[in-house]
Each structure stands twice: as C-alpha cells, then as structure tokens.
C-alpha cells in the first residue's frame, strides 16, 4: 500500500530549472524555490512531482547541509523530514525566517511556530499548504518600509514622504528578491535571473551598473554591496 496516495518515482526526479518569475506583487505569487531537507528518496520525488513545475526544488540530506543551502539560495519555505527535529541543527533551522513545513509525528517538540503535515498526504495537500504559505509571505511583502521609503511592490511604487517614484518591472523584480531574503545578501546570479529572467547570461558589469542605478534612486542604506556575496537590502522598519 502507498502511503502518499500515488504512485511516486523510487528516485528523485531532478530539479526543475527556475521558471520566469510571474510579474511581481501578486498576493499568490509563487515561491521561487523550495528546500526538502532530511526526506527519503520516494518522498522527494513525491515532492518534487508536486511541486517541480512550478517551484525550483532542492534537496538536503542532512540539518548541516540544509543550513549551507538556505544561506546560499534563500528558500522560501522548507519541508523537513520529523525524524530530523532530533539534530542538534533543528532549532537553529526553525529559528530562521523561513517557513517550516514538518512532515510526520515525533515526540520532540517543534520550535517556534510551525505546520506540521502528517501522512498520508496527496498532491493536492501539498500543493494547498505550499499556496497558502506562498500568500502569506507574499501578503507580508506588499509593502516594505526601509529607511523612510516604503516599497509597494503591488502598486509598482516607492513613497518617502512627499516623493513617489514608479517601479519599473526590473527594479521591482531586484527589490522584491532583496526583500525576500530579509537582509541576507542575495548572489549576483539570484539577482540577474530575478531582473532578467532565468536565461540571462551572468554579466557583473551589467549587474554592476544596474545596482548602482538602484542605489542612486534610494540610497545606500536601501541597497547595499556585500563583497563576495552580492548584494542585500538595509534592515526592515
């Protein structure tokens, strides 16, 4: 008998490619990618069969590893295997901003605030949990106060006191990939996929210049350079 109600692969099917991001603002607006940490194979490709047409998903087998992942490519939101909660890592994974789905029962106890998702789940709960969750952060970026400005990413507008400056399509695009990763640096590829699309050939310079036009429009206490690691937006008010 299946657990989950269908009939997955015996191996991970691999990653689907991160898709054009959909036009910012959205309340729906889909996550970009998605960590599945501490999951047996059959499970992640159950996963991933849900998910990988419309979400980036990436797999850690282990808390250390998963901790390397969300520093690197931001996830926005993690589904974590319940038999992990017991590593040592656990707690500092749940500290994070990101978004805990648990999957399964166990006696520890999870940290902080989080869904748990018990077995057997089909497709259709996934992908319930995962459009819920999308709206939510989603909804929590609509309006980003930083430094005076407040960023509509809805309304494609940037307002600090009397001034109002128009958005366009690329600079929310930069700002909102910024503002998702709450004040950790994203990489210049992060960025150059989110304002240019997935198929963008890297181009520092470009990015470079690009960057700098966002700095001279709102500040460098709005956007920062962090070398060797790109580039972050300024602490949330």
Known sequence: M??????AP???????????????????????????????????????????????CRCADTLRLALQLIDIHAPQLVFL??????SPEAAQLCAQATPVVVLGESAVPIPGSRVRLLPPFSLQQILQVTDALARRVSA??????????QLDFAAHTARKEDLCCELTPQESAALLCLARRDGRPASNGE???A??????????AALRRFMGHLRRKFGSAVVHTCPG??????RRI
């Open 2 to 7: 299946n657990p989950f109600h269908t009939h």
């Open 10 to 56: 015996a191996k991970p099917l691999p990653a689907t490619p991160a898709q054009k991001p959909a036009p910012v603002g959205r309340p729906s607006e889909p996550f970009e990618s998605i960590l599945l940490v501490g999951l047996p194979a059959e499970m992640s490709g159950f996963f991933q069969l849900a998910l990988g047409k419309r979400y980036t």
């Open 81 to 86: 295997a319940a038999d992990a909660l017991s």
């Open 140 to 149: 929590s970026l609509q309006e980003y106060r930083i430094d005076g400005w």
């Open 191 to 193: 960025l150059s996929a």
């Open 195 to 204: 304002i240019w699309g997935p198929d963008h050939l890297g181009d520092d």
């Open 229 to 234: 690691q790109g580039y972050a937006l300024g």
